[in-house]
């Protein structure tokens, strides 16, 4: 990537970024990724000097493994096609490999090993013993019919299958992968098996296995951590206008809790273009649209009149109070950023896995904005997923009130470990950082009590 700089590196910290530039080529989004954290954490060589010495700076940039595997898959005319798997487990130092499977055509390496890379941090922050690891394939869902659609992940888990397990490595969803993706799953595995493993995968359904708040808790999540962060500014989402990208499972739940706290959300987007509706977003309308559809935003203008389909320009020019990104990665470029900023906007808080490219989270910083990486601020997803896996393990299910509670004081919990790991290395306001310290030092220091391995 052009805009990483590496002299901006320390001199220690420069060499371990040189040779994952130079090992892993082209993986433009595992090197933005990982360039982030090594910025970010430049305190920790002289604080921590046994990282150095003990080599952890470089073992922590290298998965513990790396699987690739064929996945071939019969359509409804019986063409046979052939997707590329992959799951990469990054660091298990905290406990099992824990992260989320991505289908979607743009799906490659580089993409999988920057998720896994920051879901490593992002669940150490959750407080809970989860290690990191992510997985997915290029596999392109949209306009599959349902029986494609079980027939690919089928296939796909009968070679998964061979390298997950409840103590292991426990996959869950992401991008292309929901409530539908993990029934086919999870019937797989548990045919493949011959065990009732209900732990081995999350964002089960509630019937067999599955946490009340799961699919609530990314969405959610990100609210409740925004509102802390609001909060330090005496203030609220009370009559603020917020503006959030995508329309996936992330995206409907942040715009439901922010409407629920009294904001009005006046946009959301898909790959297609995004919708205005002064009048605030129309949720169930939405909902019936995305969940039970499949769906595309502009069917949404089709009865709501007042609301318009853009299919040109950017969400970000939108003028809103808040701004949630919530579809992909390096959604919000320095272009968006910079129209954000002048309309007015106070924080961004990111739902989606580094949606905010490094040059635009610079500006928005520099211009006092709130920001909020998504490490920290959309880590609720995968906390509610180890809550799924306490359940799990005493074959229980707790209530919609007490799940999200405990989820509500998890986000809570982030927010005061990020200010006070903020205040402890004297980066105040600096939300990046904190996430990536407080993160960073969990999982070295465990990886310091083992050894070399
Ligand atoms: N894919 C989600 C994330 O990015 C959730 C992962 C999980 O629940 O394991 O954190």
Wanted: with cysteine.
């Amino acid at each position: 990537m052009s805009n990483l700089d590496v002299n901006r590196l320390s001199d220690t910290l420069r060499p371990v970024f040189q040779a994952v530039l130079d090992h892993n080529p082209e993986q433009n989004e595992f090197h933005q990724a990982v360039y982030e954290v090594l910025l970010t954490i430049a305190p920790l060589v002289e604080k921590k000097p046994e990282y150095a010495d003990l080599a952890i700076f470089d073992r922590i940039v290298e998965p513990e493994r790396q699987i690739i595997f064929r996945v071939p898959w019969a359509d409804d005319a019986k063409r046979i096609h052939v997707n590329r798997g992959f799951r990469v487990q990054f660091n298990s130092a905290i406990g099992p490999y824990k992260g989320g499977l991505r289908f979607h055509p743009s799906v490659n390496l580089s993409i999988i090993k920057f998720l896994g890379f920051e879901q490593v941090f992002k669940n150490a922050l959750t407080g809970l013993p989860i290690g990191g690891g992510k997985g997915g394939s290029d596999f392109d869902p949209k306009g599959k019919s349902d029986a494609e659609i079980m027939r690919f992940c089928q296939s796909f888990m009968a070679e998964l299958s061979r390298h997950i397990g409840p103590d292991t490595d426990v996959p869950a969803g992401d991008i292309g992968v929901g409530g539908r993706e993990i029934g086919y799953l999870f019937g797989q595995y548990k045919r493949l098996a011959n065990r009732f493993d209900a732990g081995v995968i999350t964002g089960k359904g509630l019937d067999w296995g599955g946490s009340f708040a799961r699919t609530e808790a990314t969405g959610y999540g990100l609210v409740y951590f925004a509102e802390e962060m609001l909060k330090t500014r005496s203030t609220s989402f009370d009559g603020k206008k917020v503006v959030v990208s995508g329309s996936g499972n992330v995206a409907i739940y942040a715009s439901e809790k922010a409407q629920q706290l009294g904001a009005t959300v006046l946009a959301v987007s898909d790959s297609s273009g995004y919708i205005v509706d002064e009048a605030g977003i129309d949720l169930e309308l939405l909902k019936e649209i995305k969940e039970v559809r499949r769906g595309r935003v502009s069917d949404y203008v089709e009865q709501r009149t007042d609301a318009r389909f853009i299919s040109s320009g950017s969400i970000w020019d939108v003028p809103c109070d808040i701004a949630l990104p919530c579809a992909t990665q390096n959604e919000l470029p320095l272009e968006g950023a910079k129209s954000l900023i002048a309309n007015g906007v106070t924080l961004v808080a990111e739902g989606a896995n580094m949606p905010t490219t490094p040059d635009a989270i610079e500006a928005l910083q520099a211009a006092g904005v709130a920001y909020a990486p998504g490490k920290a601020s959309n880590a609720g997803g995968v906390a509610t997923s180890a809550l799924e896996m306490q359940q799990n393990s005493g074959r229980t299910q707790w209530s919609f009130d007490e799940t999200d509670s405990k989820l509500h004081q998890i986000m809570v919990n982030i927010h005061h470990t990020a200010i006070e790991t903020a205040d402890e290395y004297g980066v105040e306001g600096d939300y990046v950082a904190a996430a990536n310290l407080a993160g960073f030092v969990k999982v070295a220091d465990t990886m310091v009590s083992y050894g070399l391995i």
